[in-house]
């Protein structure tokens, strides 16, 4: 049995964690692992298996969804910062978020971010976001 694919949603809005939850259950077959972290901090501390995570049995984070507006450190601090560390800078790290200004949008995509998308209204907007992700180049090359 290959190993799951584990995704982490950042993401400190408890509505929108559950909905990007419920988009991923599209296309989970229980290979998909998902941890959910509400703040920048919570994110490094996952990736470091740290902190609340130094006891969880996570594997290695294949995808990142991150939102910008975060308390602590916010998604553009923590994409700096996990873009910049030789160890995680290979994650795909996708932007979802509700700043919707080319500036913001430039400035993820300059930090290292794979792509960035405006959070949807509706769980429907959520699944093509999803689909459009898990059907990049690296889910595809995931053995499922």
């Given at each position: 049995m290959s190993k799951p694919f584990h995704?982490?949603?950042?993401?400190?809005?408890d509505d929108d964690q559950f909905?990007?939850?419920?988009?991923?259950?599209?296309?989970?077959?229980?290979?998909?692992?998902?941890?959910?972290v509400y703040d920048g901090s919570q994110l490094?501390?996952?990736?470091?298996?740290k902190g609340l995570f130094a006891k969880e049995?996570?594997?290695?984070?294949?995808?990142?969804?991150?939102?910008i507006n975060m308390p602590i450190l916010?998604?553009?601090?923590?994409?700096?910062?996990?873009?910049?560390?030789?160890?995680?800078?290979?994650?795909p790290v996708y932007m979802i978020s509700t700043m919707r200004t080319i500036e913001k949008m430039d400035a993820c995509l300059s930090l290292g971010a794979s792509n960035f998308y405006s959070k949807p209204n509706h769980i429907?907007?959520?699944?093509?976001?999803?689909?459009?992700?898990?059907?990049?180049?690296?889910?595809?090359?995931?053995?499922f």
């Open positions: 995704i982490i949603v950042a993401d400190d809005d909905i990007i939850k419920e988009a991923i259950k599209e296309f989970n077959n229980h290979q998909i692992q998902v941890t959910s490094i501390d996952c990736l470091n298996k049995n996570l594997g290695k984070t294949d995808l990142i969804l991150l939102d916010n998604g553009l601090e923590a994409l700096s910062k996990i873009k910049s560390d030789k160890t995680m800078k290979d994650i429907s907007g959520y699944k093509s976001i999803i689909e459009e992700i898990f059907t990049s180049t690296l889910y595809a090359q995931h053995q």
